[in-house]
C-alpha cells in the first residue's frame, strides 16, 4: 500500500486513503461522518493542490528546459509524466487504471485523480528526473511496459 510509504502511523495513512479514495462519494445518510473525516479530508486536498502545481512545474518548465539543455530525446512534457505514471504504477499506466474502476476514470486526467500518496511518490519521481541517469533508466523501464523495448 503506497499510503503507508508516506504515513507511518497505519491510521493515518487509511485515514488519507479513505479520503482520497473510499468514502470520496460517499453519502453519510445512516450514520454520521466520522469526526476526523473533514480534517483529512481538507489538508489532503489543500496538499494535493501543492503538489500538483509542483509536478506541473516540473514536467511542464523544469524538466523540457533540461532536456533542451542536454539535448535528450524525451522533450514533451507529457512524456515526462508517462514516465512518472509509469514507474508509480510499475506498468503501462493506461491500461493499469483501467484495472481500478472503481479508482480511476480513465477519460479524465490522471493528475487531478491520483491519492496524496500517489502525487507524493509522482512529485518525488519527477525530481529524480533531473539526475540524466535516472532519467534514461525510468524511460527505458517506461518504454518496457508499453513493449517499445525488448531489454533494460
Known amino acids: 500500500m503506497i499510503y503507508s510509504e508516506y504515513f507511518k502511523d497505519p491510521i493515518e495513512a487509511s485515514r488519507y486513503m479513505y479520503v482520497d479514495f473510499k468514502c470520496k462519494n460517499d453519502k453519510w445518510t ?3 461522518k466520522p469526526l476526523w473525516f473533514s480534517k483529512y479530508k481538507k489538508i489532503s486536498d489543500n ?14 518548465n523544469k524538466l523540457p528546459k533540461l532536456s533542451i539543455d542536454n539535448n535528450l530525446k524525451v522533450r514533451r512534457f507529457h512524456s515526462f509524466l508517462r ?6 504504477f510499475n506498468d503501462k499506466w493506461d491500461r493499469k487504471i483501467k484495472e481500478m474502476k472503481n479508482m480511476f476514470n480513465p477519460n479524465k ?3 487531478n485523480q491520483l491519492g496524496l500518496a500517489h502525487l507524493l511518490k509522482v512529485y518525488e519521481l519527477s525530481n529524480k528526473l533531473f539526475d540524466i541517469k535516472i532519467l534514461n533508466k525510468l524511460n527505458k523501464k517506461s518504454l518496457k511496459f508499453r513493449g517499445k523495448l525488448q531489454k533494460l
Open 30 to 32: 445512516k450514520r454520521n
Open 47 to 60: 496538499k494535493k493542490k501543492i503538489l500538483i502545481t509542483k509536478i506541473n512545474d516540473n514536467v511542464r
Open 83 to 88: 514516465i512518472c505514471y509509469d514507474n508509480l
Open 109 to 111: 486526467p490522471l493528475i
